[in-house]
């Protein structure tokens, strides 16, 4: 199956826009580090340009920039013209990381505030990103000012929020979203990592508890994508450079993050208008429910 592309849709793009050419812009949060953030923004960069759009990946993670490993891109961005920047590409993705201008891949980034600002809005207006689908940004953890940041440069089409389902994650997760609620960024779903874990025999563990996706998505009105469940090939291929879906599509991991994308990508074109016609739906069930209530906005 083929989900349809952004074909005919775009986020309002103004005269100041940094990113003119770009229809839709995806941030990827989370209240809190290790959750899986940046594997969830990998496989849903990668799921988006599976389905046909044209995607860039923007590792916004300044403090610990890991697309570059988890995509297995090293190399620094060249500028023809001395004025913008070429993002490197992978997978058929054009990528931007801070990782990339770093002499040392180990060493910390050091900056205060407005150095980190500078740098997003660089990354934004001065990188070739061409035409795009979706730019998906990779976000720092926290509630941090970067979002505000980004909230006042660009129009965002809206935030993916991931979390694990243990308490201790979500509260950190509801700040993020009163957050993006306080300066306007769109929930447009929520994605539940690293939810059961299914041992050699089948049996199912839900080793971090549960509850986390359902209870992010009723607080922020948005759906849950999905569930992506612990999966020891999630981590080595992401280690290794390939991030799953890329590596093994037809695996049932794989395919839990093309739904998610297709998921995202309906609200999208449903928020944009040129969907069905039909509102957008709620769904907290993680998949199972689609379609089942009506969304309230
Ligand atoms: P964050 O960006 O939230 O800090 P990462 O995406 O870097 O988190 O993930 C932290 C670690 O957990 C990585 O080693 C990653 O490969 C692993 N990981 C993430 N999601 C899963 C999953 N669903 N199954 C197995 N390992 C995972």
């Known amino acids: ?52 759009n044209k995607v860039g990946l923007l ?21 023809a ?13 054009k990528l931007m990381s801070i990782g990339f201008l770093l002499e040392d891949g180990k060493s910390a980034v050091i900056w205060r505030g407005p150095m980190l600002h500078g740098a997003l809005q660089q990354f934004m207006k001065d990188v070739s990103w061409g035409a795009l689908d979706y730019l998906v940004m990779d976000l720092p953890p926290g509630t941090g000012d970067v979002a505000l940041t980004l909230s006042q440069r660009v129009a965002i089409t809206g935030a993916v929020i991931v979390t694990t389902p243990q308490q201790v994650a979500t509260d950190d997760v509801f700040k993020s979203v009163s957050m993006c609620e306080k300066v306007n960024i769109p929930i447009l779903g929520v994605v539940e ?12 563990h839900e080793l971090f508890g549960k509850g986390g996706g359902a209870a992010i998505a009723e607080f922020a009105k948005a759906p849950l994508f999905g569930q992506v469940p612990i999966d020891t090939t999630v981590r080595e291929w992401g280690d290794k450079g390939t991030p799953v879906v890329q590596a093994t599509p037809d695996s049932s991991i794989a395919q839990t993050f093309l739904a998610i994308a297709d998921r995202l ?33």
């Open 193 to 204: 990592n690293m939810s059961f874990f299914v041992d050699p025999a089948g049996i199912r």
């Open 265 to 297: 990508n309906e609200v999208v074109l449903a928020k944009a208008g040129a969907g069905d016609g039909a509102a957008p739906l709620i769904d907290r069930s993680g998949g199972q429910g689609r379609r089942k209530l009506p969304v309230t906005q």
């Open 81 to 93: 013209d001395g004025k913008s920047i070429e993002p490197l590409e992978r997978f058929g993705v």
């Open 59 to 79: 590792d916004a993670d300044i403090y610990g920039p890991s697309i570059p490993t988890m995509l297995g891109v090293s190399g620094r961005p060249v500028s």
């Open 1 to 52: 199956m083929s989900a349809p592309t952004t074909e005919g849709t775009s986020r309002p793009i103004t005269a100041e826009d940094p990113l003119p050419n770009v229809k839709h812009v995806v941030l990827v949060m989370s209240g809190k580090g290790g959750v899986g953030k940046s594997t969830v923004a990998t496989n849903l960069t990668l799921a988006l340009a599976r389905r046909g």
